[in-house]
């Protein structure tokens, strides 16, 4: 065991950031923590009144244009100060993140953190890059498309990557020139406010970034049927988006974005040029972050001739991941982030050895002592593809295993769930690697690796999975609109 991350002294924050200043809540809700089922502070439970106060003070910064109109250089000076503050408070931030989320702090300081400050970087970067078209020659006509902000956006994020989901939409939403309002989800708000906070020291000017802690069917309800915000940039699951596309549809008609969910196969070919490499990552593609990720390799898919030793290997890796206390920098695996994940965890566990899987390792709850939300990495074998644990997302530490003969199969199984975010194909054959990365209808497929993930490559899935993408230059694109210009000339003098 390692020194545990200090958090004497450190400030919860609590309160949602409105036109510039945090706002005194009218309400407040327990923030628990799932490392020990403790209360660690009040945070504000916005309502519909505070999210039209954020709305009118960021459709007032658009309309102004005290942070559209600033030029390129200044938008991207306040971005870098931005990113670098994240840096600065790198300790600070990651140890809220654990607290708040429940996920070992190593894995907050090494990815979750800087990575969200890379974001920020990404877009500074990118912010004057983004061309518009001239349109093709005509006569007496001259005309070219340009790149329009969309105005406000109303960001609403999950909980599993609190800060970085939130800078994978603010960023590049304020690169684009718009007001965002931003919406934590209400297991893990604490980083989303201190972002709101840092922005404004970085200079960007008050109501260009709302933040507006709370509940989905409050806060996030109020942002999705609000006349006035033009678009909702979404992650979370499937049944939330489905409501989002409803809220749009029954008021402005604002467009929508959703990262959805997924279930997403490993599919390992007996001739993988590195068994210990997939086996690794068939673990760790499922066992990151708690297995709460969108992109988790649920699936693991295994030609039959190697998949009793391949199996084998994945639950020896498996075993000695053992959950731990988050702020322990040791722990590789923390806490699911509330009772209530935890609880539907082991229910589709029940579920899955009652439709006939066989479990290998795991299933149970441990550190109940602890008070916090803990459940070991599940494996289990010989899972029917038709079966819930195959079909249905667990969003938590459960890998199914299920044998392939042929490659079709193989593609065939890949395909028949309704989602479609990432996957992964182990194979020496180069002509394969190129047949499944088409025929595996999601949006990431990584060929000898997992997560081979980047600010530069577009993000996002297929079917179920959701529509429009996060990073890169595209997520540029899907904050703003295009507009056609046209000057008609008059006649030679
Ligand atoms: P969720 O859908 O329950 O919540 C996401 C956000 O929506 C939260 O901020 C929540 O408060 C809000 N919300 C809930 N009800 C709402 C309502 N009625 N109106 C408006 N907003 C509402 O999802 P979750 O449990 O926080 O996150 C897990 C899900 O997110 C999983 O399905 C996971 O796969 C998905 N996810 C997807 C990606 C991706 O990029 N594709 C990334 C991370 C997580």
Redesign the pocket.
């Known amino acids: 065991m390692g020194e545990l991350a200090r958090t004497d002294g450190l400030r919860l924050p609590g309160r949602a950031i409105v036109d510039g200043a945090a706002v005194e809540p009218r309400a407040t809700f327990d923030n628990v923590s799932p490392r020990d089922g403790g209360i660690l502070g009040q945070v504000a439970r916005c309502g519909a009144a505070d999210v039209d106060r954020a709305v009118a003070s960021a459709r007032a910064a658009f309309e102004d244009g005290r942070w559209r109109e600033q030029p390129y250089r200044a938008k991207k000076q306040v971005l870098h100060k931005l990113a670098d503050l994240i840096e600065t408070h790198l300790e600070e931030l990651a140890t809220l993140e654990s607290l708040d989320m429940g996920k070992p702090i190593a894995d907050a300081r090494a990815f979750d953190i800087p990575a969200s400050a890379n974001s920020f970087r990404y877009y500074a970067e990118a912010l004057d890059k983004l061309y518009g078209e001239v349109g093709p020659h005509h006569p007496d006509r001259i005309s070219w498309v340009v790149h329009e902000p969309l105005g406000v956006i109303g960001c ?6 609190p800060l970085n ?1 939130a800078a994978w939409k603010v960023a590049p939403a304020l690169a684009m020139g718009n007001s965002v309002v931003l ?4 297991q893990s708000p604490m980083t989303a406010i201190r972002l709101g906070e840092l922005a404004l020291e970085a200079g960007l000017p008050p109501g260009v970034l709302n933040v507006v802690p709370g ?3 409050e806060a ?2 109020a942002l ?1 049927r609000h006349m006035d915000v033009d678009m909702l940039a979404f ?4 049944s ?1 988006g489905g ?2 596309m409803r809220y749009a549809g029954k008021s402005n008609l604002k467009r929508v974005s959703l ?4 279930k997403s196969p490993q599919i390992v070919f007996a001739d993988c040029p590195d068994m210990e490499a997939a086996a690794q990552a068939a673990a760790w593609g499922i066992f990151f972050n708690q297995g709460e990720v ?1 992109t988790a390799a649920s699936r693991l898919l295994v030609e039959n001739g190697i998949k009793a030793e391949f199996v084998a290997r994945v639950v020896a890796i498996a075993k000695a991941i053992v959950p731990g206390d988050p702020l322990d920098p040791d722990t590789r695996f923390g806490a699911m982030v509330s009772e209530e994940q935890m609880t539907g965890v082991l229910r589709r566990i029940q579920r899955a050895e009652a439709d006939g899987a066989k479990l290998l390792l795991g299933g149970q709850r441990v550190r109940e002592e602890s008070g916090g939300f803990f459940v070991t990495p599940t494996v289990f074998d010989d899972v029917d593809p038709a079966s819930a644990l195959a079909q249905q ?1 667990v ?1 938590g530490p459960v890998l199914g295993a299920i044998g392939f003969d042929t490659t079709e199969e193989a593609f065939r199984l890949a395909n028949q769930t309704v989602y479609g ?1 990432a996957a992964g194909v182990w194979t020496a054959d180069v002509t394969r690697a190129h047949r499944a990365a088409r025929a595996i209808r999601s949006g990431l497929v990584w060929i000898n690796g997992w997560d081979a993930c980047d600010i530069t490559m577009p ?3 297929f079917r179920q ?2 529509f429009g993408r ?1 990073r890169s230059m595209h997520a540029l694109e899907k904050y703003a609109d295009l507009k056609a210009i046209t000057i008609t000339l008059g006649p030679q003098k």
């Open positions: 609403i994020v999950p909980w599993n990557f989901m919406k934590p989800a209400e509940y989905g069917e996030g309800q999705g992650t979370g699951s499937g939330v409501l989002l990262e959805l969910g997924g969108c997302e969003f975010l993000f996002g899935g999975s959701g996060d």
